[in-house]
């Protein structure tokens, strides 16, 4: 079937691009491969970063493009595909100001005569998703083409004028052929290049499927992985936590890309039946008065999902949960409308024997708790098999902390929604993956820290 752009907000087939063939896909790894043999690892870093900061420049001064190709093919709003532009612009001039410093050679403490040089290890594949097609990018491609590496890039079959775009900008920026290359493979194609020798890495972003089945491959081949998989994130909101600000930051948590994001908030759980009566009444009126629309419209807060797919996938889950006892608030079926949208939906009384408890809901749909302790809350929050991210809002600041070192997340987040930016590292523990992209933890994932010690010479 190839790559192709459908519109989610009307169903409509815009364009197609096929599948590349076996040989294109040999000929694209060698030339990268000698890329990086007879080039690029060779350059001082300082020149490899300037060519990630310029492709940073391009991408400012083409934000209109660029953001008006995320609304057309996977149908985010125009507000948060402009945020994904500047946010995907940040890390790349992030890495083109500090990769410098991140790879300098470090001292061994104590040891006077060691020293650490960290050094790039070769072509990696990147597999990559539709929900940031820009953002995902450069959380990989800044610091691996800073650090030496070259990419081989598969995004998802959902968004390939997107992929041919970020391309592009490398193209524009100068670099040299083989640095970044875009693939239009399948999944078969892409495991025969984890077979290959000369990749030398794997990261993907993706299902826990995908993620299990890539990380078995590149184990038997012996390769370094990095996953960022699902996420189920809970946010406690304790006692004494200010009302209006923890149904803002939550309502704004949940509707992050129409709910189709890993790290957005999936599950609100509320300490105190008096209070969790009241937020579950806000959160309501809020979620009826979100203006659902044409993503390229700036007053649409919520937009189409991705795909036919992916509507009738979230339905049959709250069908399910319902079936199972849950109780539906509001919200719960597709709109009237053409295109892939789904209603603003809160789901509540969710036992733990609920299918729907254990899994991840991507769009629109918030599971709502209410307990009568702060250890409720906190079973609550790590009876998941992901640990991607988590929110606490509270009033007492030390309390909110003690409360994040009980959680099992890779990241949590003390009265907001997540809050990711290129300077803090990213990922998550469990089910959600293993690995850290952004920060200088990013940059280190695929280097070797080569050890170099000196003996000294005995005098004869």
């Excluded at 410093?101 to 539709?130: H, K, M, S, Y």
């Excluded at 307990?371 to 790590?382: G, K, L, P, R, S």
């Amino acid at each position: 079937m190839g790559f192709r752009t459908v519109n989610p907000a009307t169903g409509e087939l815009l364009k197609e691009f096929p599948f590349q063939t076996d040989e294109e896909i040999r000929m694209a790894l060698h030339v990268a491969h000698e890329r990086y043999h007879r080039d690029w690892k060779h350059r001082p870093v300082t020149q490899r970063a300037q060519f990630v900061a310029r492709a940073g420049e391009i991408l400012r001064t083409k934000r209109d493009e660029y953001a008006r190709l995320l609304t057309l093919e996977m149908g985010k709003v125009i507000g948060q595909a402009y945020y994904e532009v500047d946010l995907a612009a940040d890390i790349l001039a992030y890495y083109g100001k500090h990769a410098g410093t991140f790879l300098q050679p470090r001292a061994v403490p104590d040891v006077p005569d060691a020293v650490i040089i960290t050094e790039p290890i070769g072509a990696l594949l990147a597999i990559e998703p539709w929900n940031f097609p820009y953002y995902q990018i450069a959380r990989v491609a800044a610091p691996q083409i800073a650090a030496g590496n070259v990419l081989l890039m598969k995004q998802a079959q959902e968004v390939p004028q997107s992929a041919l775009a970020f391309a592009r900008l490398f193209v524009e920026a100068g670099t040299p052929e083989g640095v970044y290359t875009n693939l239009f493979c399948t999944v078969e194609q892409a495991g025969c290049l984890i077979d290959d020798f000369r990749i030398r890495g794997v990261t993907l972003t993706g299902s826990e499927r995908a993620g299990a089945a890539v990380a078995e491959r590149a184990g038997r081949n012996l390769k370094k992985v990095v996953l960022e998989l699902g996420g189920s994130d809970p946010a406690i909101v304790l006692e004494d936590a200010p009302i209006e600000q923890a149904v803002r930051q939550c309502v704004l948590g949940r509707m992050i890309n129409s709910g189709q994001a890993c790290a957005s908030i999936k599950r609100m759980i509320v300490v105190g039946r008096e209070r969790g009566a009241q937020i579950l009444q806000i959160l309501v009126e809020q979620y009826a008065a979100l203006p659902v629309g044409e993503p390229s419209d700036p007053a649409s807060a919520i937009g189409p999902l991705v795909s036919e797919r992916a509507v009738d996938g979230l339905i049959a889950q709250i069908h399910a949960a319902k079936a199972a006892g849950a109780r539906i608030v509001c919200g719960g079926r597709r709109m009237n409308r053409p295109g892939f949208y789904v209603e603003p939906t809160i789901i509540t009384d969710i036992a733990g024997d609920n299918p729907f408890f254990h899994q991840e809901a991507f769009g629109p749909v918030l599971s709502f708790h209410v307990v009568d302790t702060e250890d409720e809350a906190i079973h609550i929050a790590n009876a998941t098999k992901f640990g991607l991210g988590s929110s606490v809002f509270s009033a007492d600041i030390e309390r909110a902390k003690r409360v994040a070192d009980r959680i099992e997340a890779g990241m949590v987040f003390i009265n907001s929604f997540v809050n990711a930016g290129p300077e803090v590292p990213f990922g998550g523990v469990k089910n959600s993956g293993f690995g850290r992209e952004l920060s200088e933890l990013g940059i280190a994932e695929f280097v070797n820290r080569k050890l170099v010690r000196v003996a000294q010479i005995e005098p004869s």
